[in-house]
């Protein structure tokens, strides 16, 4: 048989297909739908087949595609067909996310039909989100670095009068104007200077410390300033690697952390400072953190204060911003902690939730030692990572973008997924009988149901349901306040592909 004509190699390029295909009728009743479009919008294979393709839309675009086959049919005109366009597509639960649609013709023994080609755009417009954040606080930089050093050309001349001036014999009234002038001066001067820090331009002096060490200095003074209300534990691994830092920044950066997690828990509260090495080195784990792959020292410090909302979150770094104006905050804090870490070749991620607290996670490059090998670091990466065979696993995650990164990673190791956006929704949907072999939560979500009530429940009811949970935080500081216990397996945020393998393998 030909093979241009065998039925086979067109069930065998479908099957192979990554992207989703879709063949259906002039009518848009869908006649095919690969393996592919299956898993990307969240049907059991063949239960799209005799379907609308409006089903795959949002509303708005789906009352305005008959009438776009409509035109097309009547008048021949290809506005929409041959060619590619962004468009929204919908799952079968109904959330929306972002596709590249291509559609096509083709006439077969007289009857038209559409080809439709989608590819998912979810991981793109994370990707680009957050290089665009990164080349924004990049630009804000660049210009308060030249806006800083012009103020300090300027407050240089201020200063230096003053002095002058001083210095010449002044009466009582004169001296007293020309000090508290110097002052102010000073004032500015010290601003400029933070500001350089942010803009990457501040004047560092690194030297090789052990990050362990550092942290326990800082404490010291900590543990005085911020007063016997606030617990700080530390979580420190046992071996970790050098890094080339300035200590004196590192200090200031600490903190200016530990006084916003203070100001965070006005009541008191608990926070946790932890080390320990880490190896970057796959594409979910350096999306997720914005990171070049490497081996990198990761310091965390987490509190269980009130937490930031997500415009805070999305401009915490900016210089100036502040949400404690009416407190004296000057917005300049974690502008400069932003600043000392990417000079100091690292970076800098934010996890929070409203009402359970703030993790900042500060990753600078490791200094090898000459007789520790790759090898020795990469203890729990093995050689090939364990696949699921279309098991089920219920991923519940109140943030739309980690619950689709969540998805993807999942899919990818071979597994089947449903969602729910919080722990009430995945209860009701275990509880409509849909079959699920393992459940991953997050901790923190809105509704009656946090991760442990949630796991809780279904250890009870669902006994044969795996349960692994997930945490932003730099380990279990919300634990007391959501009730949880050590019996859960928690994997913490940002993980690598190869940890949530081993872990779903586990479970099975």
């Known amino acids: 048989m030909d093979p241009a004509t065998d039925p086979a190699l067109l069930t065998a390029l479908m099957e192979a297909a990554a992207d989703a295909v879709i063949i259906s009728d002039n009518g848009g009743r869908i006649l095919r739908a690969n393996p592919a479009t299956s898993r990307l919008f969240g049907y059991a294979e063949g239960a799209l087949i005799g379907q609308r393709v409006n089903v795959l839309m949002p509303e708005a675009l789906a009352e305005l595609h008959d009438s776009f086959m409509a035109h097309h049919l009547e008048t021949g005109e290809q506005r929409i067909i041959g ?7 919908k799952r079968q639960d109904g959330t929306v996310f972002p596709v590249h649609l291509s559609v096509g013709r083709a006439d077969i023994d007289g009857q038209v039909v559409f080809i439709g080609i989608l590819h998912d755009l979810t991981e793109r417009h994370i990707a680009d989100e957050v290089l665009a954040r990164s080349q924004r606080l990049d630009a804000v930089g660049q210009l308060t670095g030249g806006i800083a050093h012009d103020f300090n050309n300027l407050l240089t001349v201020i200063i230096g009068n003053l002095e002058l001036l001083q210095m010449r014999g002044v009466n009582d009234r004169q001296r007293d104007l020309i000090h508290d002038a110097l002052a102010s001066a000073e004032l500015g001067a010290d601003l400029t200077s933070r500001l350089l820090v942010f803009a990457r331009k501040g004047n560092l002096k690194p030297v090789q410390v052990d990050l362990r060490e550092q942290c326990q200095d800082a404490l010291a003074l900590l543990r005085r300033t911020i007063g016997a209300r606030y617990a700080i534990r530390t979580d420190f691994a046992s071996k970790v690697s050098k890094v080339m830092i300035d200590p004196v920044q590192l200090q200031s950066a600490l903190i200016n952390l530990a006084l916003n997690a203070r100001d965070a828990m006005p009541d008191g509260g608990e926070f946790l400072i932890s080390v320990g090495d880490v190896i970057i080195d796959d594409d979910y784990m350096a999306q997720e953190t914005d990171i070049v792959p490497g081996e990198y020292v990761r310091l965390f410090i987490s509190d269980d204060g009130a937490g930031m909302t997500l415009e805070a979150q999305r401009r915490a770094f900016e210089p100036f911003f502040t949400t404690k104006a009416d407190r004296g905050g000057t917005g300049l804090g974690l502008a400069m902690v932003y600043g000392f870490v990417r000079q100091s070749g690292g ?34 990466a093995p050689a090939a990572m364990p696949r699921g065979s279309a098991q089920v696993v219920l991923v519940v995650e109140d943030n739309p973008r980690v619950r689709k990164l969540s998805i993807e990673r999942i899919r990818d190791l071979g597994y089947r997924t449903l969602e729910a956006a919080n722990g009430d929704d995945a209860y009701r949907l275990l509880q409509s009988g849909v079959h699920v072999d393992i459940l991953f939560s997050d901790l923190v979500m809105p509704g009656k149901l946090n991760g442990y009530d949630l796991a809780a429940k279904v250890r009870s009811t669902f006994p044969d349901v795996g349960l692994l949970l997930t945490s932003g935080y730099a380990s279990d500081v919300v634990t007391s306040k959501l009730g949880g216990s050590t019996e859960y397996d928690v994997l913490h945020k940002p993980y690598r592909q190869s940890e949530l393998a081993e872990r779903l393998q586990a479970l099975l």
Do not use: C, K, Q, W
Request: proline share 2%.
């Open 347 to 380: 970076h800098i991620t934010l996890y929070s939730e409203l009402g359970h607290g703030t993790s900042f996670g500060l990753y600078f490059p490791a200094i090898r030692e000459t007789n520790v090998s790759r090898e020795d670091m990469r203890v729990s």
């Open 83 to 89: 060619t590619g366009r962004n468009v929204e597509g």
